[in-house]
């Protein structure tokens, strides 16, 4: 297994297997043969967690044609969805409505890899993780942003104002949830090809994130 990273940071929690894997250090924003080098490694299985931009992954795509890859694996987000109307939301939808640059390039590149599958056969498979919690993580908090002061204020008995009164959709899941959808969609391959999955945990609203605290 080759671990690519822009540095030595340490994983989020320590296990054997890392210290069996292979490490190289690419920045992919700042090394224009990112993806050259990449292909060099003749990888059987890709797992892409950093691709923010269309571009970058129709480089990869194209660098990874020329190997032995057998499965791309495309790390997306909840955020795609955008102004949903109907709940539970369609991760296979193509009128998704997101609502900021980030969801709209991982919007569009779900549609470029559910395409390059339908047309030309590449080994494609989507994940939408909703927000992640876990070691090494602060939780997504009843203000939808990642700090643990309303937490504290509500522990202390204090009164916090929630945006929108409370009525946006927070969707929590695991890192380890999230790593066993890949690894699972990595065992299924034949019928995760082509596919988009959703995981996420119990889907609360802002006001009952705030209840539960």
Known sequence: MTVVTRGDSKPYEDHPAWRKAKHLFMD?????????????????????????????????????????CSHFLYYSSCWTHGMGEILPADPDSLTKEPICDYGREKFRTELYLKEEYRKNGFPSTVIMPGQILGPGYTI??????????????????????????????????????????????????????????????????????AKLL
């Open 28 to 68: 992919r924003g700042r090394d224009p043969d990112f993806e050259k080098k990449i292909a060099q490694i003749n990888p059987d299985i890709a797992i892409d967690l950093i691709g923010f931009q269309l571009e970058d992954t129709r480089k990869m795509v194209e660098a990874l044609k020329e190997t032995d």
């Open 140 to 209: 997504i908090s009843p203000w939808a942003i990642a700090t643990l002061r309303p937490a504290q204020m509500i522990a202390d008995g204090e009164e916090i104002k929630l945006p929108n009164s409370g009525m946006e959709t927070l969707h929590h899941v695991h890192g380890e949830d999230v790593a066993q959808l890949f690894m699972k969609a990595v065992k299924h391959r034949n019928q995760a090809l082509g596919e988009i999955f959703t995981r996420k945990a119990v889907s609360r609203l802002l006001y009952g994130m």
